[in-house]
């Protein structure tokens, strides 16, 4: 069965430093993988997601995140954090079928 | 497109009590899916639907009634609210099993006293 762990349900960071919000799998075959943001009071947002091909994945507002398959990994970066980050971010799971299975959420603090 | 609206956005229920919460998507997605979040579990499948007459259990299906009568709608039931059922719902819908992206409603707070 396929399962999503996020290590630290809160992460604080200072603005203009690194972001790093980790997320380990377990998933029986291949998986597709895929990173989620909820801001305040407001529906999930995809931010960027890993099917097939590239293990390095692009998504939007500057975030990216690497798939390593050794390490059963699809850790989410930033390079420099903006205030406008802060929000709570998911790591979720597919097998290819119609669940996507969510981790417990990592809410993201940009300090000043 | 509206996109996935969801009806009510809060609710207070007393225990016994039902109520449907309503999900309607204008985007023609043969997927639908309800899922509640609760703080330090993320977001857990309750039901989820792959077509018109097509329905299953997700991850934590007890407690709750789906139908999907039409493309469109989704409903949730509750028949019997329980406190445990306290909890924010959020339907999401994807065009079919090879779309990535799942689109989320804004949600619903549900509290039962």
């Known amino acids: 069965a396929q399962s999503v762990t996020q290590l630290g349900s809160h992460v604080s960071v200072s603005e203009g430093a690194l972001v790093l919000l980790r997320c380990n799998y377990s998933s029986s075959v291949p998986p597709y993988l895929f990173w989620y943001v909820q801001y305040p009071n407001q529906g999930l947002q995809l931010l960027l997601k890993y099917t097939t091909g590239a293990t390095l994945v692009k998504g939007i507002n500057g975030f990216e995140a690497e798939f390593k398959k050794s390490e059963t990994s699809f850790h989410l970066t930033k390079p420099s954090a903006h205030m406008s980050d802060a929000a709570e971010y998911f790591c979720?799971?597919?097998?290819?079928?119609?669940?996507?299975?969510f981790g417990s959420g990592t809410r993201l603090l940009v300090r000043p | 497109n509206a996109g996935v609206t969801q009806t009510p956005k809060f609710q207070v229920l007393k225990t016994g009590q039902s109520m449907t919460l309503q999900c309607a998507q204008d985007m023609n997605h043969e997927y639908m899916s309800w899922y509640r979040q609760d703080p330090g579990m993320g977001l857990r499948l309750i039901h989820y639907s792959v077509g018109a007459g097509i329905t299953d259990q997700g991850e934590v299906p007890n407690g709750y009634n789906v139908s999907r009568s039409t493309t469109e709608d989704f409903p949730l039931r509750l028949l019997s609210a329980a406190p445990s059922q306290t909890s924010v719902y959020f339907c999401?819908?994807?065009?079919?099993?090879?779309?990535?992206?799942?689109?989320f409603g804004s949600g619903t707070q549900l509290s039962v006293l």
């Open positions: 999401a819908s994807r065009f079919d099993r090879s779309a990535e992206k799942l689109f």
């Open positions: 979720a799971v597919s097998e290819g079928s119609y669940k996507l299975i």
